[in-house]
Nanobody, 114 residues
Framework: AQLVESGGGLVQPVGSLRLSCAAS????????MSWFRQAPGKERELLAL????????NYADSVSGRFTISRDNAKNTVYLQMNSLKPGDTAKYYC????????WGQGTQVTDSS
């Protein structure tokens, strides 16, 4: 089983990025998918989750209204659309799959360029 994140990079303040997480080796559509982030010296933070069919999403207060999680079960991919980025959003972003087992990706770095 594997999760591979992509889409990170340098961003301007109030800019946007879309992160992707491609899954393989397990039944993606059966797993609740989440995005986390971890900044240096801080604990890993749950940002958003989406249920198996995409019918329910939930967000941390820190990103609610700015970030949107979505999934495409036909492509085995989960996305995180990030808008109105702030310097405090600088972190390594990880996707997570949870069902019978839990899988993590290797992370993708998002850095504010200001």
């Amino acid at each position: 089983a594997q999760l591979v994140e992509s889409g990170g990079g340098l961003v301007q303040p109030v800019g946007s990025l879309r992160l992707s997480c491609a899954a393989s080796g397990f039944t993606f559509s059966s797993y609740v998918m989440s995005w986390f982030r971890q900044a240096p010296g801080k604990e890993r933070e749950l940002l958003a989750l989406i249920t198996t069919g995409g019918g329910f999403t939930n967000y941390a207060d820190s990103v609610s209204g700015r970030f949107t999680i979505s999934r495409d079960n036909a492509k085995n991919t989960v996305y995180l659309q990030m808008n109105s980025l702030k310097p405090g959003d600088t972190a390594k972003y990880y996707c997570n799959a949870r069902h019978v087992l839990i899988y993590w990706g290797q992370g993708t770095q998002v850095t504010d360029s200001s």
